[in-house]
């Protein structure tokens, strides 16, 4: 598989052709929590099962947050046998038991690693610690690879001696590859791990262009929302059930953006399916940002059964159209589609995108669309405050209950609490959707095929003139080649592809 997948990387062009990690995990995008954006190297056991107890009481466990994760720092370095050994200060019960306790509390347990010097001995001893301590999640990074990097050949290599170190343990382990997008990892990373981060480390900031993100030769840092989609937008087709871009951890309650910058953040670390990973102080949550992160409609994009990423369609006017298939909640044997327009304007503006725009096609099937708007039913304030005071068993009937019922089940059946609210119909290749989108922020819907939905000849053949919406039918078609691959720094929409071997040379790093 590891050879398959490396030479069609060559293939710039690859729509969802991914030979994925079959190791059962990540069917859809991880979601849980992990320390590092509000914490840093300050971690400890107090605060982790401290925010383990706020995750499980405000009902976001069983939304579907179900790694805690520990990021770097939890080790003070490593033993002569080449074992991570706990900070004895910070984790003074060791950090076995640091994962039954979690585990107790119906928790997936997440370490990180670095490379390091490694030897066959030192690799069975991490084997055998990691079996022991009973770690669910792997976090590997890339600090101090000693030069194993600088091509997707070593890159590749690196990062499989580790996912075969995972396998012999003969626990199920997730296996989350950090190497900040260098050696593009989501044309081999596919049947390595089962996600791995697209750029540099995020910041709490929306839409700053920051010129650490990236460094030349280096994975970069301080990358804003907006930076790390502009990434995105070139490789979302990459992603896949059991491996998909990780567009890193969220930043929701970091106090950095406004409520809906975050909302606008949330959506679209949703719509691309970039694993959900929040990485706020759970100790300061606040009723706001947590009726973001609590809300059903979008979990319920990111996890669809069909684990298609959003594609970028285009820009206008500063808003950008993102849209991609989901499962069908009527029935129908036509998709429903995820629809986000996203405003990294500092305006409120009416955009409108016509069927033809969100099919990537003017082959839009027949029939109407109901239109969804997904944070129509957020939770008010006041509700979301009262979940935090009393806790989420006393208000069990506002939220969505995973463990209860999978998103899979609640979309069959479609529950109303994954649907957000009706907002009008749509049909025909020219029947648009038009909305007001905040400055800095965004609109995202849902359309669901009512009533006569099954045929798929055009009814009209709008032309649709902005550069980049070459999909196929079907909309899931090659970006790759109209994008180009450079413009991950400072890019603001579509830019005119140069050649592609100029692009996949020019972007190793990035
Ligand atoms: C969710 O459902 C599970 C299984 O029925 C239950 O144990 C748990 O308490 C429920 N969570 C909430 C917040 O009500």
Known sequence: MAVFSKVLGSAISLAYVVS??????????????????????NLDEQLILA?????????????????????DCWSSGRSSSGQLVADAKKFPNGMKYVGDQLHASGFGFGMYSSAGTKTSRQGDNRRQHLRQLGVDYLKYDNCNNQGESGSQAVSSARYDAMEKALAATGRKILYSLCNWGEDSPWIW?????????????????????SSTCPVPNSGGYGCSVTQILSKQAQIASYSGPGGWNDLDMLEVGNGGMTDDEYVAHFSMWSAAKSPLIMGNDMRKLKASDWSILANPAVIAVNQDPLGKAALYRWTHNNVQLWS??????????????????????????TASASL??????????????????????RLSSSQAQAVLNDGAAAHSSWLYNASQQSYKTGLEKADSKLLGTAVGTVSGATGSISQSVPALGCRMFRLRAVGDSTTTTAKTTATTTQ?????????????????????????????????PATCHSQNRKY
């Open 324 to 349: 991609g298939p989901l499962a069908s909640t009527t029935g129908s044997s036509v998709d429903d589609m995820v629809v986000v327009l996203y405003n990294n304007g500092g305006s409120s503006t």
């Open 20 to 41: 994925a990690l079959n190791n059962g995990l990540a069917v859809t995008p991880q979601m849980g929590w992990n320390d590092w954006n509000a914490f840093q190297c």
């Open 189 to 209: 990373g596919p049947s390595v791990g089962n996600s791995w981060r697209i750029t540099g480390d995020i910041t709490d900031r929306f839409n700053t262009q």
């Open 51 to 71: 925010t383990a107890d706020v995750i499980k009481n405000t009902g976001l466990r069983d939304l579907g947050y179900h790694y805690v994760i520990l990021d």
């Open 356 to 377: 033809a725009d969100i099919f990537g096609s003017s082959n839009v099937p027949n029939g109407k669309f109901e239109i969804r708007d997904l944070w129509g039913s």
């Open 467 to 499: 550069a980049g919406t070459t999909t196929t039918a079907g909309g899931q078609g090659p970006q790759q080649t109209q994008y180009g691959q450079c413009g991950g720094q400072g890019w603001t929409g579509p830019t005119a592809c140069v050649p």
